[in-house]
């Protein structure tokens, strides 16, 4: 979580790297883009909350190079939204990249997930009971828990993947199972949502996001837990932060404009 070294600490690293490197201008644009980013990120949490904020730099679609230009800074959290693309980085990069895996998640990907990035730090999109069973019937104890974020979806958009805001009875046997001794290899972080384009660009309070420290309060007062909140992105970490965010994903502000996927 902390801010990025500067150039000449990345310099220094380069020579030393067998990883995919970019060029110093690259690196030097990176950190700069990463730190502006940190700096707004922490200023702002600061008027909020005693502890830091999260800020987890997404990397899809953008090459390995770029991820250790930042990661040569001292950068560890980085999220990925499709499972194929973090597989390949994952097995190129280094093995103490923290990972989040922050696209929606198919049943039959679950596995290789599990199987095939032992670094995965989070998986912020988790939406039903069933996949929680799943992805723990698939772990031991070889490898470090597994934490997750359920995903609920507050804005009601049909589009959007997520627990319902309307009724919580899965949302709370999700709960019970992630706290239950049947389930030793994941770890209950938080809650997390993706507001809708209008909440998120209408520059007052966000409603999908109250939504969610709604529903926290209640988990939280029902279950007796502390849940992280993983909500705001390029276009709306700042409202995020005010309203609660404990943990924010950033790309385009940080690595710049993506190509289309595909291209």
């Known amino acids: 979580m902390s801010k990025a ?109 599990a199987k095939h990035i032992d670094n995965i730090w989070a998986i ?15 772990l031991d104890g070889s490898r ?23 009724d919580l009875q899965e949302l709370f046997d999700t709960v019970e199972f992630l706290k239950s001794d049947d389930c030793k290899h994941l770890n209950l972080k938080g809650l997390m949502t993706i507001g809708s384009f209008a909440e998120s660009t209408s520059g007052d309070e966000n409603q999908d996001f109250r939504c969610l420290v709604d529903i926290k309060a209640i988990v939280d007062e029902k279950f007796k837990t502390n849940l992280e909140l993983s909500m705001g992105m390029s276009s709306d970490y700042e409202q995020a932060i005010k309203q609660g965010s404990t943990n924010v994903r950033i790309g385009s502000s940080i690595f710049g404009a993506r190509p289309p996927k595909g291209t």
Request: charged share 25%; net charge positive.
């Open 124 to 138: 912020e999109t988790m939406d039903s009971l069933k996949k929680c069973k799943k992805l723990a019937s698939l």
């Open 5 to 113: 070294g500067g150039f000449h600490h990345i310099i220094r690293r380069l020579s030393m790297s067998t990883y995919p490197q970019p060029t110093a201008e690259r690196a030097n644009e990176l950190v700069a883009n990463y730190n502006r980013c940190y700096d707004l990120v922490q200023s702002i949490a600061k008027q909020y909350r005693p502890s830091p904020v999260r800020l987890v730099a997404v990397s899809k679609l953008k090459p390995s190079s770029d991820i250790m230009g930042l990661y040569n800074a001292g950068v560890r959290h980085f999220g990925e939204n499709y499972v194929q693309e973090l597989i390949s980085k994952s097995k190129e990069l280094p093995k103490d990249i923290c990972w989040h895996f922050i696209g929606g998640l198919q049943s039959g990907k679950v596995k290789d997930l």
């Open 144 to 166: 470090a828990p597994i934490n997750i974020y359920l995903q609920i979806n507050t804005s009601g958009e049909d589009q959007k993947s997520g627990f319902s805001k309307d």
